[in-house]
């Protein structure tokens, strides 16, 4: 059993440039979303789905869009990549919402130059 | 403010020390969930332990226990006879029912070293 992937592991990206994080979960959960982390900062929520069809914002959604393409997939897409944007994100899973345990992915280590 | 706040950044002690990582969150709700995770030097999270608001008994898994008190509004873990493979970040995390958003408000977590 997979778990929740998310590709690629590492990106270096361009001031500017675009690119679109993958996520993809094998375990029907409903609920799915995006995170940062940052040294000392912990984990902070960027983006959530409930459902499928559905995404609402979290606490740092700026120069940020999702796209919850089916129940499985849930991508995270920066449009104008900028170095304030050099993080390591996780996409994580769960089957009941806000109060079941979720899944991480192994996280992907993007820098911004 | 932080809701859930993790003060000890950094601790580092000897194999086989018992160690305590503390946890204090704040909320308006009744209902909430408390939650543990580990971040090994591998980078990937980790799901230890759940606990809701209204259970307040404490719990042990093998050399792991988690002290749950409402009344100080802390949800502390402990490691008994701690060894190298403990070695890892832990994050208390914090959901609330009636938080905006759903998803997890996370301490900045602890830093634990545990040397041979």
């Known amino acids: 059993n997979a778990g929740v992937t998310q590709t690629p592991k590492f990106q270096v990206l361009k001031t500017g440039q675009s690119m679109t994080l993958q996520c993809a979960q094998d375990m029907n959960h409903n609920s799915m979303y995006w995170y940062r982390q940052d040294p000392g900062m912990g984990l902070r929520l960027i983006y959530y789905?409930?459902?499928?069809?559905?995404?609402d914002k979290g606490e740092v959604p700026n120069g940020y869009n999702v796209s919850r393409l089916n129940k499985r997939e849930f991508s995270l897409r920066l449009e104008s990549a900028a170095p304030s944007q050099t993080s390591v994100y996780f996409c994580a899973s769960s089957g009941q919402g806000r109060f079941t345990e979720a899944f991480f992915g192994q996280g992907t280590r993007l820098t911004v130059v | 403010a932080q809701k859930v706040t993790q003060a000890q950044t950094e601790i580092s002690v000897v194999e086989k020390e018992d160690v305590t990582l503390d946890c204090v969150y704040e909320?308006?709700?009744?209902?909430?969930?408390l939650f543990w995770y580990k971040q090994p030097p591998s980078g990937e999270l980790v799901f230890l332990i759940r606990?809701?608001?209204?259970?307040?008994q404490n719990e042990i898994s093998g050399r792991y226990s988690w002290n749950f008190q409402k009344s100080t509004s802390s949800f502390n873990f402990t490691i008994t006879a701690s060894q190298v493979v403990d070695s890892a970040v832990y994050f208390c995390?914090?959901?609330?029912?009636?938080?905006?958003?759903?998803?997890?408000?996370f301490g900045k977590g602890t830093h634990l070293i545990i040397q041979p």
């Open positions: 995390a914090l959901s609330e029912e009636g938080g905006g958003a759903d998803g997890l408000t």
């Open positions: 606990r809701n608001s209204f259970d307040e």
């Open positions: 789905s409930a459902s499928e069809g559905t995404t």
């Open positions: 909320t308006r709700d009744t209902t909430y969930y």
